[in-house]
T-cell receptor, first 111, second 113 residues
Framework: QKEVEQDPGPLSVPEGAIVSLNCTYS??????FMWYRQYSRKGPELLMY????GNKEDGRFTAQVDKSSKYISLFIRDSQPSDSATYLC???????????FGKGTRLHILP | NAGVTQTPKFRVLKTGQSMTLLCAQD?????MYWYRQDPGMGLRLIHY???????AKGEVPDGYNVSRLKKQNFLLGLESAAPSQTSVYFC????????????FGQGTRLTVV
């Protein structure tokens, strides 16, 4: 079993909808949880990160971590065509230096 | 403000040829990483470095070697390229331990025929 599982999609939703992206993981030692956004033919860029469990909000984006279920989510409100990209979850153990990524979910926001 | 720069951007190799991918960062970051990205596989860590002169293996290190002789550069070598190494390679760097954000280069598209 891969340490981080993420549905590759693609996921297509109409403009203005709420988008929910998710990852599950198997390593209970993960402490730092990140979401990266990657536009076509570009490198990933950090979108949000959270430490341990809880919620974090930044504008239209909300990151949620449930360590008891080993499940993390990214919610996008009022989705825009410019949100169309691949979203990768990533995780890191506190004492470790490796950042482990999920497969990424391709998201299409339809105008 | 260059950030992380990868050289070359594209390359086609024949099976058995060797090459070196160069990653350069101008942010004085301690940590540097090499990933490969394949369809349906996501980003997989090849090797990484936590400082000048140090390297460590990631998830998929076989067939690759790395060197970090200077803090700003991280080299990824393929000694004898195989078609299975056809991929998009990304370099990333971050400030150091405890810092979360990794900055990525624009990628190198490598095709091995």
């Amino acid at each position: 079993q891969k340490e981080v599982e993420q549905d590759p999609g693609p996921l297509s939703v109409p403009e203005g909808a709420i988008v929910s992206l998710n990852c599950t993981y198997s390593n209970s030692a993960f402490q730092y949880f990140m979401w990266y956004r990657q536009y076509s033919r570009k490198g990933p860029e950090l979108l949000m990160y959270t430490y341990s469990s809880g919620n974090k909000e930044d504008g239209r984006f909300t990151a949620q971590v449930d360590k008891s279920s080993k499940y993390i989510s990214l919610f996008i409100r009022d989705s825009q065509p410019s949100d169309s990209a691949t979203y990768l979850c990533a995780m890191r153990v506190g004492r470790d230096d490796k950042i482990i990524f999920g497969k990424g979910t391709r998201l299409h926001i339809l105008p | 403000n260059a950030g992380v720069t990868q050289t070359p951007k594209f390359r086609v190799l024949k099976t058995g040829q060797s090459m070196t991918l160069l990653c350069a960062q101008d942010m004085n970051h301690e940590y540097m990483y090499w990933y490969r990205q394949d369809p349906g596989m996501g980003l997989r860590l090849i090797h990484y470095s936590v400082g000048e002169g140090t390297t460590a293996k990631g998830e998929v290190p076989d067939g690759y070697n790395v060197s970090r002789l200077k803090k700003q550069n991280f080299l990824l070598g393929l000694e004898s390229a195989a078609p299975s190494q056809t991929s998009v390679y990304f370099c990333a760097s971050k400030v150091g331990r405890g810092n979360t954000e990794a900055f990525f280069g624009q990628g190198t598209r490598l095709t091995v025929v």
